[in-house]
């Protein structure tokens, strides 16, 4: 088990810091293998990736399974996020999950007992984000594709300062925002934000604009949903399932 369940990005202090990035990669499992997919996440890679974390050629990694909603037939969704402190680290993070040295099984064994359906990488870079280094088993993922980025990103920087002093109550571990990378393009919202939390409960109030929300004024939400006339594009809870620590 992680010694933290999930803090989804550490304390960082952005003074004189390289921009902090990080890699969404989503793949597709099929329910019935979930089970041994899990297993050979936490067997090969996690302690992979420790090893990657100590060496510092990694900030972070975790895994998260998208928790239960949507359609009955749909495969499960799950994202590795792999956290850099720099793009120069990330770049140069090389294949550290391969299984061979440290476990003298070859990767193509250790991790092709379970069909993976590949989604996609995609890369953000950190704008701001708050940690209260408390461990948070549950993070809603959100996309948005706003009509004015600059103004969203300084609104967004304003709300989450009104909100800050709340978190410890409300049982919010960590939020941020990011502005995704590559690849850029219509189809690809160019705005991401994630909503760590303690309990599911708390993930399901803060989709209903309570939990650390309620210590926001309501003209700051008139004004998110002028520039997001449709609001989210899409918006997940995420469960930890395994990681560094």
Same mark, same amino acid.
């Given at each position: 088990?992680?010694?933290?369940?999930?803090? @989804?990005?550490?304390?960082?202090?952005?003074?004189?810091?390289?921009?902090?990035?990080?890699?969404?990669?989503?793949?597709?499992?099929? &329910?019935?293998?979930?089970?041994?997919? %899990?297993?050979?996440?936490?067997?090969?890679?996690?302690?992979?990736?420790?090893?990657?974390?100590?060496?510092?050629?990694?900030?972070?990694?975790?895994?998260?399974?998208?928790?239960?909603?949507?359609?009955?037939?749909?495969?499960?969704?799950?994202?590795?996020?792999? #956290?850099?402190?720099? #793009?120069?680290?990330?770049?140069?993070?090389?294949?550290?999950?391969?299984?061979?040295?440290?476990?003298?099984?070859?990767?193509?064994?250790?991790?092709?007992?379970?069909?993976?359906? &590949?989604?996609?990488?995609?890369?953000?870079? *950190?704008?701001?984000?708050?940690?209260?280094?408390?461990?948070?088993?549950?993070? #809603?993922?959100?996309?948005?594709?706003?009509?004015? @980025?600059?103004?969203?990103?300084?609104?967004?920087?304003? *709300?989450?300062?009104?909100?800050?002093?709340?978190?410890?109550?409300?049982?919010?571990?960590?939020?941020?925002?990011?502005?995704?990378?590559? &690849?850029?393009?219509?189809?690809?919202?160019?705005?991401?934000?994630?909503?760590?939390?303690?309990?599911?409960?708390?993930?399901?109030?803060?989709?209903?604009?309570?939990?650390?929300?309620?210590?926001?004024?309501? %003209?700051?939400? %008139?004004?998110?949903?002028?520039?997001? &006339?449709?609001?989210?594009?899409?918006?997940?809870?995420?469960?930890?399932?395994?990681?560094?620590?």
């Amino acid at each position: 088990t992680m010694k933290k369940v999930l803090v @989804l990005l550490a304390l960082v202090c952005f003074q004189g810091q390289a921009q902090r990035v990080f890699q969404l990669q989503a793949v597709n499992i099929d &329910p019935s293998d979930a089970e041994q997919f %899990e297993m050979v996440e936490k067997t090969f890679a996690t302690p992979l990736a420790q090893e990657a974390k100590k060496n510092g050629e990694i900030a972070d990694w975790y895994l998260m399974k998208r928790t239960i909603g949507g359609r009955a037939s749909e495969k499960i969704l799950y994202v590795w996020v792999h #956290i850099y402190d720099s #793009i120069e680290q990330m770049v140069n993070a090389g294949d550290w999950w391969e299984t061979q040295e440290k476990f003298g099984v070859p990767s193509s064994v250790a991790y092709g007992s379970v069909e993976r359906d &590949p989604i996609g990488s995609f890369t953000y870079k *950190i704008e701001k984000n708050y940690d209260t280094n408390r461990p948070g088993k549950y993070v #809603i993922f959100n996309w948005a594709a706003p009509t004015d @980025l600059g103004a969203t990103l300084q609104l967004a920087d304003e *709300i989450s300062s009104s909100f800050k002093s709340n978190m410890k109550k409300s049982g919010m571990t960590s939020w941020g925002m990011a502005t995704r990378v590559y &690849p850029q393009g219509a189809d690809y919202e160019p705005l991401f934000f994630w909503d760590g939390y303690e309990t599911y409960q708390q993930a399901m109030e803060h989709l209903m604009n309570k939990a650390v929300l309620e210590a926001v004024k309501p %003209e700051m939400f %008139e004004k998110l949903f002028k520039l997001l &006339p449709s609001g989210f594009a899409n918006r997940f809870i995420m469960e930890g399932i395994t990681g560094t620590n």
